[in-house]
């Protein structure tokens, strides 16, 4: 068990709709990380927040968006869904190790199945 | 970031050591390797990460050439549930900034009775 914790496990949706993901990073941990995994493009990064503000962008379609809350929990909102869309989504939450290094640590993903 | 290359599969049989190599000829100075591991459709894996020096945990041991340019990841008694997909990552250090991993295709480890 990483300590990071993702809701739902599964979803499954229609096309055109809208989907919330839920990520609760490790205690104290600032940084949350979303990263997609399809079957064709493997783990890709999407969107990395700290502290509540927005620090990298990755390959995160405009439908998607993202915000991490004051208590540190991050949502992933994916809209107008497309077939092309179901993919395992993981976040990752990280620490800082010594000398500055840092670490990562996965939730369990959230299965998204859009039909 | 730096590319790795890495045997897209391997097997090893149950009980003994699983070495997963991984090729990174352009890694800079300050450059750490890091190792992960996925399980199936499970979240990614932390393992160990290490510079220069080699490295073991509970986990698995790392060991790092001496010009840097790969390193192995060494499974002392590979056991069923090690069979995953090995990721090798390179990564720049910049200290205290946390910044997103790069996974490439990983070795798919198949441990076998």
């Known amino acids: 068990d990483s300590g990071v914790t993702q809701t739902p496990k599964h979803l499954i949706t229609a096309t055109g709709q809208r989907v919330t993901l839920r990520c609760s990073p490790r205690?104290?941990?600032?940084?949350v990380y979303w990263y997609q995994q399809s079957l064709d493009q493997g783990l890709q990064f999407l969107i990395q927040y700290y502290n509540g503000e927005e620090r990298a962008k990755g390959n995160i379609l405009e439908r998607f968006s993202a915000q991490q809350f004051p208590d540190l929990h991050s949502e992933l909102n994916l809209s107008s869904l497309e077939l092309g869309d179901s993919a395992l989504y993981f976040c990752?939450?990280?620490?800082f190790g010594g000398g500055g290094v840092e670490t990562q640590y996965f939730g369990p993903g959230t299965r998204l199945l859009v039909l | 970031d730096a590319k790795t290359t890495q045997p897209p599969s391997m097997d090893c049989a149950e009980g003994r050591a699983a070495n997963l190599p991984c090729n990174h000829s352009?890694?800079?100075?300050?450059?750490?390797v890091y190792w992960y591991r996925q399980i199936h459709s499970q979240g990614p894996q932390y393992i160990i990460h290490?510079?220069?020096n080699n490295e073991t945990n509970e986990m698995a041991s790392l060991i790092i050439t001496e010009d840097r340019k790969s390193s192995t990841l060494i499974l002392p008694h590979a056991t069923l549930r090690d069979t995953a997909v090995y990721y090798c990552?390179?990564?720049?250090?910049?200290?205290?900034?946390?910044?997103?991993?790069?996974f490439g295709s990983g070795t798919q480890l198949t441990v076998l009775p």
């Open positions: 990552i390179v990564r720049d250090r910049v200290s205290g900034s946390a910044r997103q991993l790069t």
């Open positions: 290490g510079l220069k």
């Open positions: 205690s104290g941990d600032l940084s």
């Open positions: 352009t890694i800079s100075g300050n450059e750490y």
């Open positions: 990752a939450s990280s620490v």
